[in-house]
C-alpha cells in the first residue's frame, strides 16, 4: 500500500503551483475547474511517483468546515543530501522565504532544515 496523494487547500493557487515547481520540481497538470462549485485544483507529481494537490475554492477558507481548512503540520521533501539540503535552503533564504530552522541534525537523528511555503505552511528538507 502506499499514499496516491496528499491535498493542501490554499488562497493563492498559481502562487503555490509556482513554488513547488520551482523548488521542489513538482510537474502539475492542467488546472482543473468545478463550474458548479468553483473549485480549482491542480496535482503535482514528484520524481518517486508521489503527488500533491492544490487546492481553492471561491469563499474564504475561514468559513470552511473543519474538513476544508488550509494547511498540514508539515510536509517533508527528501532532496538526496546534506548539500542538497543546504543548497535548497540557502536558495529559498535568498529568494526571500522564511526559513523556520537552518540545516541540522535533528534529535530523532534527521539532517533536515524548515522553511515556510508562500502561505506558511511548514516544508521539511531532508537528505
Not at 503540520?73 to 538526496?80: K, P, Q, T
Request: charged residues 25%; hydrophobic residues 30%.
Amino acid at each position: 500500500m502506499k499514499i496516491n496523494h496528499a491535498a493542501l487547500f490554499t488562497s493563492d493557487l498559481e502562487k503555490m503551483r509556482k513554488f513547488y515547481e520551482t523548488y521542489f520540481s513538482g510537474v502539475s497538470n492542467q488546472k482543473y475547474e468545478n463550474m458548479k462549485t468553483g473549485l480549482q485544483t491542480y496535482f503535482l507529481s514528484f520524481d518517486d511517483g508521489a503527488r500533491l494537490e492544490i487546492m481553492a475554492r471561491p469563499e474564504p477558507q475561514e468559513t470552511q468546515p473543519e474538513s476544508l481548512h488550509t494547511g498540514w503540520a508539515h510536509l517533508a521533501f527528501s532532496v538526496g543530501n546534506k548539500e542538497k539540503v543546504n543548497e535548497l535552503t540557502e536558495q529559498l533564504a535568498i529568494d526571500g522565504y522564511r526559513i523556520i530552522s537552518a540545516p541540522r541534525i535533528t534529535g530523532d537523528g534527521y539532517y533536515e532544515s524548515c522553511v515556510a511555503d508562500p502561505e506558511g505552511n511548514q516544508i521539511e528538507i531532508t537528505e
